[in-house]
């Protein structure tokens, strides 16, 4: 339902962003029988720049909230494997496991698609308030300090409000606004990847796998080609930004002349036409560890800097991440009945979640995202799996099994690559 108020009503929570980890949030606080304000500052459905992977955690926080079986309604393509592609030409396949319930392991479909799904189901549910166009511009504390909600701007009427929460929820993406205005300082570049994507048709070779290329003239960055509905990709490179500040080239650059002259992808983008321009965005890497919660407020999502350090991935994450905050601040809400605003103690168990469900998959990743810097390395690595089963094995362990992630840490782990 469309909230219009600012009338003194205090919410459970004020989630300020609308995506996934915001709308997952409120959906997920609804469950507990909690009431939440989701303000967003464009208009659903809004294009949003991805690479519209649609897998692992995300599936099964789809399956909690009931809306899997929305995904297969919209142009999508089915993913069952990775496919990754060394400097020297090597190349590996690696099945995905099915995701439960599925007999495959997910989807690609575009952002505008699946964070519609999850606001939808917001904008149905009674226990849950949302407000579209309205611009959060500060935050709201109380005489302690604590933030205890928000002020902004309606961009349609023009109207300046007011609303008031126990806690705000800050799911604004990488750019947040609530991060900024509690005070904290910008991710270090050095954590950061920089992004671009854009659409092609009629791609020739197109698979059910997902195709990651670790190439020269892209190192230490990586290009991908993900499949579409049809004939269609999309079609990106993630570059660390200060690698790309250091090698003083646009990324536009960089990935079309890959497409234009890398041996293996031009033949399939011979016939190929561009569909709208390449789009670019942040990707906060979860390598760097930031302050999450604070005197009446929590971030979440890419806010909360939760992406995969190697894949880049960050939708599993973010919903993961609204469904661990809706649980704290329902569990900080019971044993302070009486607060005005949640304080950072009572809000631990969020990070406590974090840390122990997301934390250790991201240490690990971060492990791989260096390991793939090498062009020896990868080669070596790629080239051993595309030739011996066993070696194949220790991947698909590798990507799967958080054991096996931090083996990569160990000597023992280059031993085994080195041997013949």
Known sequence: MESSDSNGRIYDAIIVGAGPSGSSAALFLSKLGKKALLLEKTHFPREKVCGDAFSGKSIGIARELGLLSEFGRHPHAIIRGLKMISPNGKSVTVPFPNAEGLDFAGYTLRRIHTDNIFLSSALLDANVSVRQNFTVTGLVRDASGAVCGVSGKDTGSGKELVFKGRVIVGADGAASTISRLAGLESQPISHVFSAIRGYWDNVEGLTENIELYFIDGVLPGYLWIFPMEGKRANVGLGILSNDLIA???????????????????????????????????????????????????????????LVDPFSGEGVGNALSSGKYAAQAISDAIEKNPGSSALLAPSLAGYSKSVDENLRPEMVDSYRLQRLSRSRFLLNMFIGKAASKPEFRQMIINMIFSDEEKKKTASPLFFLKLLLP
């Open 247 to 305: 090698r003083k080239k646009h990324p536009n650059a960089i990935l079309l002349e890959a497409l234009q002259n890398h041996p293996t992808i031009a033949p399939r983008f011979k016939n190929a036409k561009q569909d709208g321009r390449i789009g670019a965005w942040a990707i906060p890497n979860g390598s760097y560890v930031k302050q999450n919660t604070g005197n009446g407020w929590l971030l979440v999502g890419d806010a909360a800097s």
